[in-house]
């Protein structure tokens, strides 16, 4: 009888062990997986130059919230790991960005190749007054690299890039043509034929851009048609001209990362075109700090990388 009675306490103590443990869970609610890994490698045009906000994060990488790796980020509660770098080129990506990417993550984007081919000299060059420069000249030396250098170099980082995140969606992004025909800046000095060459360079480079992607199986985001009547000049400008500091001129500002790069990316990114909202926008600046301070971490790697600069066009009178 004393052994029924035991083994009905034990039998009840049991019962009660399972109760405690499932109000407990209940109460608990529902484990929270880790959020998905994104790896935003790349130069300004990722980072988010032209948005005139930077994070203070020890470098002058200057990465926004308000760029678009920021923007997708906080629309889809991805981790950020924030690499771009302004003036990163293909090599600066290897050295001190790859270091992020892993088997765990899950999503990467990449825009580079512009600074290997001289983006801002050319820029600058092109934007002096015919007597002064040699604009086709600087195009040509651009269009040469583009077509016999900055191939191979690609197709090593996009094999890198897969190797060390087997894993991942990974699209590269493309730059937009810069000019609408017009130059209505008082201190620079485009030409038609000179907004042309430019252009047609832009375009070159997306194609070698594309090519190399494909190659590798990755995505591209060709933004050319998202921001034909936006460039510099445009109505709106998604694109900053020669601006104040002129560090910004050049790139896309708020509007371009917002409402050209955001929708152009996002699908191929998350499979679903993103809308930037006043929600997703307070969510990218709250997530500020903490990017911050995380890219402080890579503040000694960053500071290798030589930041774009532009120069100041002739300013003499038109």
Not at 267 to 281: D, I, K, M
Not at 300 to 318: K, L, M, V, W
Request: hydrophobic share 40%; net charge positive; glycine share 8%.
């Amino acid at each position: 009888m004393l052994r029924t009675a035991l083994r009905r306490l034990l039998a009840l103590a049991a019962a009660a062990l399972s109760l405690l443990l499932l109000v407990a869970l209940l109460v608990a609610g529902p484990a929270h997986a880790a959020p998905p890994s994104y790896v935003a490698l790349g130069d300004s045009y990722s980072s988010g130059v032209g948005t005139r906000t930077y994070l203070n994060d020890g470098t002058s990488c200057q990465r926004s919230v308000y760029a678009f790796p920021s923007l997708i980020a906080a629309a889809k509660g991805y981790a950020l790991n924030f690499r771009a770098c302004s003036g990163a080129k293909v090599s600066d990506v290897t050295n001190t960005q790859l270091s992020a990417l892993s088997a765990g993550t899950g999503y990467v984007t990449i825009s580079v190749g512009g600074n290997d081919a001289g983006f801002t000299s050319v820029i600058t060059t092109c934007a002096e007054p015919a007597w002064l420069s040699d604009c086709k000249g600087a195009v040509n030396k651009a269009q040469s690299y583009i077509k016999n250098t900055l191939p191979g170099s690609l197709a090593t980082l996009y094999s890198s890039i897969r190797s060390k995140a087997p894993n991942a969606t990974v699209v590269v992004v493309g730059y937009p043509r810069l000019f609408n025909g017009e130059d209505c800046n008082a201190l620079t000095w485009f030409s038609p034929s000179d907004e042309s060459l430019l252009n047609a360079t832009a375009d070159l480079l997306d194609s070698k851009l594309a090519a190399a992607a494909a190659a590798r199986g990755f995505a591209f985001a060709n933004p050319t048609s998202a921001f034909i009547g936006h460039a510099v000049c445009g109505d709106p400008e998604w694109l900053n001209g020669l601006s104040n500091p002129i560090s910004e001129s050049y790139h896309p500002n708020r509007v371009g990362h917002a409402s050209g790069y955001t929708p152009l990316v996002s699908p191929l990114l998350t499979g679903s075109a993103l809308r930037v909202n006043a929600a997703v926008l307070a969510r990218a600046r709250a997530q500020g700090p903490a990017l911050a301070a995380q890219q402080r971490h890579y503040a000694p790697a960053d500071r290798s990388i030589r930041p774009e600069r532009f120069g100041t066009p002739y300013a003499g009178t038109r």
